[in-house]
Every structure is written in structure tokens, then in C-alpha cells.
């Protein structure tokens, strides 16, 4: 048996990276999984490989949210799980960022969330999980990313207040707060069929090898399991909290 047998679980952002490798290991577990993102040809071609349904989804927007769920429910009757996984990444200072950058950024990452726990919560099955995807840096500081800083933040209280508010019904609400993960996020040359990610993927082991106790830059397969284990019945009694997954980066730096 999976850990998620008979449940129907909808992720954002699931067309390729942190998101890809969820709905691959949530339908591994048994889950009937939605791959949810604005990225249609990948989408649907992980879909159709996984036996999942794919929505189109602009997270920002309300209407798309309704319509993704709706269609969820159409197709298995019922929603037991979400995964806020869909995100962006700009690099500026504060100072020289514009304003629609920023509101770019607070948009996918921060609205996004708060749409999704919106739209779904009503609809989850009593006793349903919401995992949303926050950062290292919502729980601490980095220069050069503001925007998407202050937006991880934010997912993290509107996490323990989801919580708070669905704790009655049984619907648990956590947060991943991954740190440099090897998705196209933080190696670009994933978004180049011609580059060698895994290449550059070994490069950044060697830059992070220098700030991260572990060694290593993170892959995206670690984040799903965390998430697997946030939605399954292994996490049953926790809820509102946030769960960092950055290789020891968060407690320090070594000196020696």
C-alpha cells in the first residue's frame, strides 16, 4: 500500500522541478495528483506519463484557482491535499528593484499561496493537508532577494493561520522551507536541453560545499519527500509549522 492511497492531491508549479518530482512521488504513493502549472506542453506530457490530470494554472489568478479545483473534483470527487508549490526567483536590491518586479514576485509567491489556500480549503475533505512551499530565506535574510524573501515571509504566517483556522477541521497546514535546491530556480542550465545541468549542478556543490554544512547543493527528489511527509498520515499530529530542508545552511557557518 502507499502512503497516500485513495486521496487526490493537487500541486502547483508541477510542470518541472521541486513540483515534477512531487506529483511523480505522490502518485508513486497511490495519490490520484493534479499537475497544476502554466507551463501546458510539460505539463500535460508529465501527466500522460504518470497517469495524473493536468490543469492550466496561473496561480494568481482567482478564477483559474476555482476552475482547477472544480475540475479536481470532477475527475476523482473529491480534493484531499494541495501542495503551494509554484514559485519565482528575482535577484536585485532592494533599493534598484521596481515596483512590478516586486509585485511580481508577491504575486505568484505570496498571492499564489493565499489564493490556493482560499480556493481549496473550503473544498478539502475533513481531516485534508495544505503544504506550502516557503524558503531558508523566510527564515532568515539574504541580500539580493527582497522580493522573494519577504514573500516567504509572508507564506509562513499565512501558514500558521491557515492552521489555526482549519485545526477543527482536521486539515493540517505546514510549510518546506528548502534552501539552494538544484531546479532551474537555482541552476538555469536546466531551462537549456543543450547545457549540462548535471555539470553546472556539480559546480554549485562546489560553491555550496563552502556555505553548507552537508556539503552539497539539494536536489528537488529530498524537498518531495519532505512534502510526502507532510501530507501523509506519518505527520498526523503537526501542524503550523515550518519545516527548513537546506542541508544544516540555516544553523550556521563554519569557521574551521
Known sequence: MGKLDGRVVLVTG????????EARLFREEGAEVVVADVLDEQG?????EIGALYVHLDVGEEQQWQSAVTAAKDAYGRLDGLVNNAGILRFNTLVDTPLDEFMQVVRVNQVGCFLG????????EDGGTIVNTASYTGMTGMAAV?????SK????GLTRVAALELAPRGIRVNAVCPGAIDTAMSNPAHLDPAADSEGTARALDGLYRKLVPLGRIGRPE????LALFLTCADS???TGQPFVID???LAGVSVI
Open 14 to 21: 508541477a510542470a518541472r522541478g521541486q513540483g515534477e518530482q
Open 44 to 48: 500535460r506530457a508529465l501527466a500522460e
Open 117 to 124: 489556500i482560499k480556493s481549496a480549503a473550503p473544498e478539502l
Open 146 to 150: 527582497g522580493a522573494y524573501a519577504a
Open 153 to 156: 515571509h509572508a507564506v509562513l
Open 222 to 225: 529530498e524537498v518531495a519527500r
Open 236 to 238: 498526523s499530529y503537526i
Open 247 to 249: 542541508g544544516g545552511w
